[in-house]
């Protein structure tokens, strides 16, 4: 639903716009004590949701800025939570998991030039152009790289694609469009028509030229085909950019990244004596050529480079028969913090976003700890941090997980969720991905809930929140979001309700608890579906499988080579 379209990276380019700067972590706090004289009980409630909601999103934790006092206060509140619960520390014998990042600001005096048949043309940034590194390398030169057209720059082996065929780019600059095929041409059976794939993410496109070999990479910018104008490329790749260290993220990085504006990418192909709206034709067709251009890109970018920490928060509760095996809950702990600068109300207390998927998390965990019989397999309830700044907590913890991805059953995202009231459904973002949801439709069928993507699948909202990270590894990820078909009011009462909360709170100091108006009933339907879900999957020995036409599946089939793989029972 709307909401599930702007959770949570807002912009959807290399951070969300709103982001504040992490700072190196300080002394832990006393751990917070949940509000006096709360008692909770031991399975999911209302009643423990909301303590939990307002202790997070108090003007006391600061609106939970990775390394700010507010970020001590949330990750020793949430140990506290799994402590009391019964969890066991889920990081060899450790509650956190410190997650390193490197902090690039680029010069914003870059220019970039593309040299034409001896001709240069200089490009500003943020006027013509964005350039940035994620190599942590404080000066990238590249001189001379010849630009090649790759039209997706999409390698999709079960499509049958390949823009790379037989190319070595190697040096070379490559030029590609923003989104996919099918989108483009809006066909149904290319890709997946206007449903955006994996492969039209602008992400996906630089990870790909990176393991290609390439020396940049830039993408031509289209309106509908990147879903938003080039202000908000703009916007977000100017200002610090957060990645993991190389150190600690096994994919390549590419030296050089960016976009071009759709003006500066017409005249120069027209210059190049190409026809930039043929060639898109061109490459939406299977056996696309990739075109070498008469063109070179020259580029000294300088950046500062800072490096910082945050912490995940894991807890573990081990299973009766196959401890080994785990299934994974997950939310994201960190907001948008505090900006002093700014008058008035300025603490970001994300209590939607997502001091609701943490409570939900804690909820579930409290069920599981005192399920009769207990669970067989086991499970861990992890609170990552650096969702904000780009997903960088749960690339963190894939990166170096506490349970082996090809002992990860799967895992489950809670990401804002709406507190509107009882609703009659529950939003599915990316519906059409893995076999979870097949066990998704039978628990929540069991409690008169259906299921619906969400509205505009166009966005690609499924890779914009932290189950992203397991899915691109192999692991089936299921992100649940709140229905918008209201009991009282229906889909049209729902749909107001989050294009109110999209307007007025989504990223705003205003995201806060209100006893007045907040209706948790619809909440904790969800989370008793999302338990019912893991409760299903950790009394059993199955191994919910990534649907045929999944670009995820050859990941997961490649680690799990040679071990039996159950799917669920019809
Ligand atoms: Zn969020």
New binding site residues.
């Given amino acids: 639903m709307q909401r599930h379209l702007l959770?949570?990276l807002a912009a959807a380019t290399a951070v969300a716009a709103c982001q504040r700067q992490p700072a190196a972590t300080t002394a832990p706090a006393a751990a917070p004590a949940a509000t006096a004289a709360h008692t909770f009980s031991p399975a999911i409630d209302a009643g423990d949701f909301v303590e939990h909601v307002k202790v997070l999103s108090s003007d006391a934790f600061e609106g939970r800025g990775p390394g700010t006092p507010g970020e001590d206060k949330s990750v020793e509140y949430i140990k506290a939570q799994m402590q009391r619960i019964g969890l066991k520390p889920g990081n060899k014998g450790e509650w956190f998991q410190t997650v390193p990042m490197v902090e690039t600001t680029a010069d914003p005096n870059t220019t970039l030039t593309l040299t034409v048949d001896g001709k240069p043309r200089t490009l500003k940034m943020g006027d013509d152009m964005v350039v940035a590194t994620t190599s942590g390398k404080p000066e990238i030169a590249i001189k001379d790289s010849p630009l090649v057209f790759v039209g997706y720059g999409v390698n999709a082996p079960e499509q049958h694609w390949n823009d790379y065929a037989g190319l070595d780019v190697k040096g070379k600059t490559v030029v590609m469009l923003v989104n996919d095929p099918g989108f483009h041409v809006n066909d149904p059976n290319l890709f997946e028509g206007k449903r955006m794939t994996y492969y039209g993410r602008w992400t996906y496109k630089f990870e790909e030229a990176a393991r290609e070999g390439a020396s940049a990479a830039l993408i031509i910018h289209d309106t509908p085909g990147a879903s938003y104008g080039w202000e908000v490329v703009k916007n977000s790749w100017s200002g610090a950019q957060y990645a993991l260290p190389a150190a600690s993220d096994p994919d390549p990085r590419l030296p050089a990244q960016g976009w071009l504006t759709g003006a500066q990418a017409q005249s120069l192909f027209a210059d190049s004596g190409l026809d930039l709206d043929a060639l898109r034709t061109a490459a939406s067709k299977r056996g696309f050529k990739p075109v070498p251009m008469k063109a070179t890109l020259t580029l000294d970018l300088k950046s500062s480079i800072v490096d910082k920490q945050s912490r995940n928060v894991i807890g573990r509760l081990d299973g009766s028969t196959h401890p080994d095996e785990a299934m994974v809950y997950m939310a994201?702990w960190d907001h948008l913090g505090k900006h002093p600068d700014e008058p008035g109300d300025n603490i970001y207390n994300g209590a939607v976003?997502?001091a609701t998927g943490v409570s939900g998390i804690l909820e579930i965990a409290d069920a599981f700890a005192h399920q009769t019989p207990p669970p067989q397999r086991s499970l861990l309830f992890v609170a990552v941090t650096l969702?904000e700044s780009g997903l960088l907590g749960s690339k963190y913890y894939v990166a170096h997980p506490v349970v082996p991805l090809d002992k990860t059953v799967g895992v489950i995202n809670l990401?804002?969720l709406g507190v509107d009231g009882k609703t009659r459904d529950l939003t599915v973002v990316g519906m059409g991905s893995s076999q979870l949801e097949d066990v998704l439709k039978d628990i929540a069928g069991k409690q008169g809930l259906t299921l619906h993507a969400e509205a505009h699948p166009e966005a690609g909202g499924y890779f914009r929140?932290d189950h992203f990270n397991f899915a691109k590894a192999g692991v089936p990820a299921l992100d649940i979001g709140s229905g918008d078909d209201l009991v009282q009011g229906g889909t049209a009462a729902g749909e107001a309700a989050g294009k109110d909360y999209n307007e007025h709170r989504y990223h705003k100091p205003g995201d806060q608890y209100d006893a007045a108006t907040w209706h948790v009933e619809g909440v904790i339907e969800l989370l008793d579906a999302a338990y019912g879900v893991g409760r299903e999957l950790t009394s059993s020995e199955q191994w919910p499988q990534w649907y045929p036409n999944s670009p995820f599946k050859a990941a997961r089939e490649a680690m799990m080579a040679g071990k039996p793989a159950t799917a669920p029972a019809p």
């Fill in positions: 959770l949570c994201h976003d997502n969702e990401d804002a929140s």
